[in-house]
């Protein structure tokens, strides 16, 4: 999830246990870093400045803090357990919802006027809810697998009404008097209260992320699709495939995430990829016309396996000083720069020797084993990069093109790889 801070137009995103603020001015980034699990839940303050961000665990830590000074204001406490499936502040930022990830999927309401005690508290449902959003003040709405409910709060009562739904809602966002709602299986869905209104078949793919701005509304899909919608009819103004508008940007252009800054110059767009970027527009009013520049603004590895693990295991340092390498388990090598502090090329790995693309795994559907990186080694003139992979093999590869040089087949598990001066 990725959120433009209205207030200082820095980026506020989150990566494993930490809240990230970025300045892409400078390419700095500062941390917030007193969760103690990943975090698996943000919302930003509507006035731009606080962050609430919760985490997974026994017992959650939910905290609400400044992306100004990366301190805690609000450490908020109860209610929820097992972790935090999803959060929301209210529209005047005083009050927070979020949605635990136990088996009955706890609903909990903190009153941050009240110094952010827990002010009302429900069972939310046998099935998982995956997104929560304020509808007005005292009313919020819940979706999940064949769950939605409006939700009512009087003082220390929740009531809720369940909407009628056997679709897989994964994403959910207001619209003045409609609840908009993204399917696993691409439509989308206007809601009128709990009544289920007109769909749209924009996406052939999952719709996972929604966002409305004062003037359209956005969504984003993985079937690489941007749409941006008409706010009052709801009509295609324009549809931006980012594989084919954008070709060889992103390593994995699945939408995860979108957000306008305040302006309406600049798109934000977080991809499944770990990748964000922004395009940006000098036109005034979107059209079918206008014209969106990309810009990189973070890459970073990714999680394409489902079954199996997606750490970072191999890095080594150029000689150079200025450069160093890394590798993992989603199948790419990535050279950064140090001073930069960014990727400045990388390759995927998930090849064979001629450079056509692996089949998945047979019985996983993950990358198979040759592509997952475990250890990497330079040669002493930084002109050779070796990768060890998971299932034994060594490839070489030209560390100034990235191309693969030859593979050598081994039979066991690489977790150290070094060449030798005669090497390089």
């Known amino acids: 999830c990725i959120r433009d801070s209205l207030k200082n137009g820095k980026i506020v995103y989150h990566a494993a246990a930490v809240g990230i603020v970025l300045d892409q001015n400078t390419n700095t980034q500062k941390f917030f870093a007193k969760h103690i699990d990943d975090i698996t839940a943000l919302d930003l303050h509507p006035e731009g400045e606080l962050v609430v961000t919760g985490e997974v665990g026994p017992k ?72 929560i959003r304020w509808i007005t003040e005292d009313q919020f709405v819940s979706v999940g697998p064949k769950h939605f409910k409006q939700w009512t709060q009087d003082k220390k009562s929740l009531k809720a009404k369940k909407g009628p739904t056997q679709d897989f809602i994964v994403c959910s966002a207001i619209n003045g008097g409609d609840t908009l709602v993204g399917l696993g299986t691409g439509p989308l869905q206007v809601w009128k209260g709990n009544a289920l209104g007109k769909a749209y078949n924009y996406h052939k793919a999952s719709l996972d992320s929604l966002y409305v701005s004062q003037d359209y509304v956005f969504t984003g899909g993985k079937d690489f699709l ?113 001073e930069e502090r960014k990727i400045v090329k990388h390759t995927s790995l998930n ?13 996983t559907k993950d990358l198979q084993d040759q592509a997952k990186g475990r250890c990497i080694g330079i040669s002493p ?40 001066p005669r090497d390089s």
Request: aromatic share 8%.
């Open 351 to 363: 090849v064979d020797e001629k450079g056509n693309k692996l089949a998945p795994d047979e019985k």
């Open 60 to 131: 959650p830590n939910i905290y609400v803090w400044s992306s100004e000074t990366l301190q805690a204001i609000y450490h908020l406490k109860g209610g929820i357990v097992k972790g935090v499936a999803s959060i929301s502040f209210s529209p005047s930022g005083n009050k927070v919802v979020g949605a635990g990830i136990d088996d009955n999927h706890m609903v909990a309401v903190f009153d941050l006027g009240a110094g952010g005690t827990l002010a009302a508290l429900e069972k939310g449902d046998t099935a998982p809810i995956l997104d």
């Open 226 to 338: 941007i749409n941006i919608l008409d706010k009052k009819k709801y009509t295609v103004i324009q549809a931006i495939n980012f594989n084919e508008s954008y070709p060889d940007l992103s390593l994995c252009a699945k939408i995860r995430s979108i957000c306008l800054s305040e302006d309406g110059s600049k798109l934000l767009v977080g991809t499944f990829g770990s990748e964000i970027y922004e395009l940006k527009t000098s036109n005034k009013q979107i059209s079918a016309s206008t014209k969106f520049e990309p810009t990189e603004l973070m890459k970073g590895h990714y999680c394409p396996n489902a079954k199996w693990t997606n750490e970072v295991w191999g890095l080594d340092i150029f000689h150079d000083k200025q450069h160093y390498a890394t590798c993992s388990d989603d199948g790419t090598l990535r050279v950064w720069s140090i």
């Open 381 to 420: 003139d930084d002109s050779i990069l070796i990768v060890g992979c998971k299932e034994g093999s060594i490839r070489i590869l030209d560390a100034q093109t990235l191309k693969h040089k030859k593979v050598i087949r081994h039979r066991n598990c690489l977790l150290y790889t070094s060449p030798s």
